[in-house]
């Protein structure tokens, strides 16, 4: 248990528990081997970077900041692009803008992105016309097609998905800080279907507001505006291929601290929360701000557990409970969660997952969400916090800046028989570009009423 065993964690510690979610490899020499290659790589972020978030995030816990997080389910190889990437991140630009000046809130930027390359499962194989196969698991372990050599786990792709998140990242960084983020510039963030969305004029004229606005402060500051030419964009995936986090793990010595250094926030999935297995186990000890998805089952005392496992000093920022529990379910399930933190004098930074917990099938067997259910769920939780003295501080999305079609529903009416003409994602349905904006306007429109 965390308060016995605290002074035996390591980042290596992890291996004597059970880890659920892992894949077996055929050959654990090669497997041995391509993690002593990326434990000798340079890290892909920095502990000033991490820290810095964690202080963001605590900001946030406090109501002086607003927690956006977002990308795709599953990174894949192929969609290391620059036009994957860019079109992702002019579509997290838009909805920032569109919260900053909504919410009178700055916003701290968190892409699922530059590591979000491996998935849990709900069943270990796939069987397919009698053939029965391992599960595809995420590009870091093996790749979706169904074939036995495409479903083996492959070692090479711990470098592969090492090599793919430092490319995205380079992008995002000298994106971000060169000048393409310039607030007085909203124009480099538009797409060219965005001239036929049935949002283009309620964005064009927050563009113009805000161009208003900017014109006045160049007048009085120009300082002020220098700041707003770059923006930060940190990174987050789930931490759940164990072997590979570990691999990226490095204690800083002028910190006295261990810090994944792989990702600014990593998360634990709803399926690896089990406080004496392997996940909890390793998340405990490093000194980054981290995620804990929290869904329907979760009862108040597990909840106080985890969260004594994981926050026992209750430092601001370290925790954000990421929860997703359905339309249908939140106002049952999300009250006594806050009331038991409450009654612990536990403070947390409370994120709305409102994708997870909506998943559904159609007829036809696609997996889809519906706009109308996101939705819902995403203004309850900030009905549900405020009725409850608390505060919802970030939302999370699976979100894509393509003109895929993958969920049900928003401005443009998408049906159950429109998803076949654009489903890309590999793994769960996104919200496309249109609908990620609509989703901002609907946040923005709550948070005024
Ligand atoms: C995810 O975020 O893609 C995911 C698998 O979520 P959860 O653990 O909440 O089901
Ligand atoms: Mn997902």
Redesign the pocket.
């Known amino acids: 248990m965390p308060t016995d065993t605290a002074s035996s964690w390591s980042p290596s510690s992890w291996r004597t528990r059970t880890a659920r979610q892992q894949p077996t490899y055929p050959d654990p020499d090669a497997l041995d081997a391509a993690l002593r290659k990326v434990d000798r790589m340079p890290p892909l972020v920095t502990s000033w970077e991490v820290d810095n978030l964690k202080e963001d995030l605590a900001r946030a816990e406090a109501g002086e900041r607003f927690l956006l997080q977002g990308g795709d389910?599953a990174e894949s190889f192929d969609d290391c692009t620059a036009d994957v990437i860019t079109s992702r991140l002019k579509i997290m630009l838009q909805m920032s803008l569109v919260l900053t000046y909504g919410l009178d809130a700055k916003i701290v930027r968190v892409g699922r992105f530059a590591g979000q390359y491996a998935?849990?499962r709900s069943s270990d194989t796939e069987t397919r016309d009698g053939t029965t196969l391992p599960s595809y698991r995420g590009e870091i372990i093996n790749s979706p097609e169904f074939t036995e050599a495409s479903r083996t786990p492959d070692p090479q792709r711990l470098l592969k998905a090492y090599t793919h998140s430092g490319l995205t990242l380079n992008l995002v960084r000298a994106l971000s800080e060169g000048g393409f983020a310039d607030l007085r510039h909203p124009e480099y963030w538009n797409v060219d279907f965005m001239a036929h969305s049935p949002l283009a004029n309620e964005y064009q004229r927050l563009v113009d507001d805000i161009g208003t606005a900017m014109r006045f402060i160049d007048t009085v500051a120009e300082q002020a505006l220098d700041a707003m030419e770059r923006v930060t964009f940190y990174t987050s995936h789930?931490a759940l291929l164990l072997p590979y986090e570990e691999a990226l793990t490095r204690t800083v010595p002028h910190k006295q601290g261990v810090y994944n250094l792989g990702t600014h926030l990593p998360w634990i999935?709803?399926?690896t929360n089990d406080p004496e297995e392997a996940h909890m186990e390793y998340m405990r000890g490093i000194k980054n701000p981290i995620g804990l998805?929290v869904?329907p089952d979760m009862t108040p005392s597990q909840l106080r557990t985890l969260v004594r496992h994981l926050d026992p000093d209750d430092e601001p920022g370290r925790l954000t409970l990421?929860t997703?529990f359905g339309a249908d379910k939140i106002a049952d399930r999300l009250p006594p969660l806050i009331n038991t933190l409450d009654n612990m004098g536990h403070s947390v930074l409370w994120c709305c997952?409102p994708m997870?917990g909506n998943t559904e099938r159609t007829d036809g067997g696609i997996k889809t969400r519906r706009f109308a259910n996101i939705l819902g769920e995403l203004e309850q939780a900030f009905e549900i916090h405020a009725a409850e003295g608390s505060r919802l501080g970030g939302v999370h999305f699976?979100l894509t800046g393509e003109n895929v079609t993958e969920c049900i529903g928003g401005a443009r009416g998408l049906e159950a028989t429109d998803l076949e003409r654009a489903y890309k994602s590999l793994?769960?349905p996104r919200l496309n570009y249109e609908q990620s904006l609509e989703i901002a306007f609907s946040v923005v429109r709550k948070y005024r009423n």
Request: charged residues 55%; proline residues 6%.
């Open positions: 389910c998935k849990p789930e999935g709803k399926r998805k869904g990421i997703r997952d997870h699976e793994v769960d």
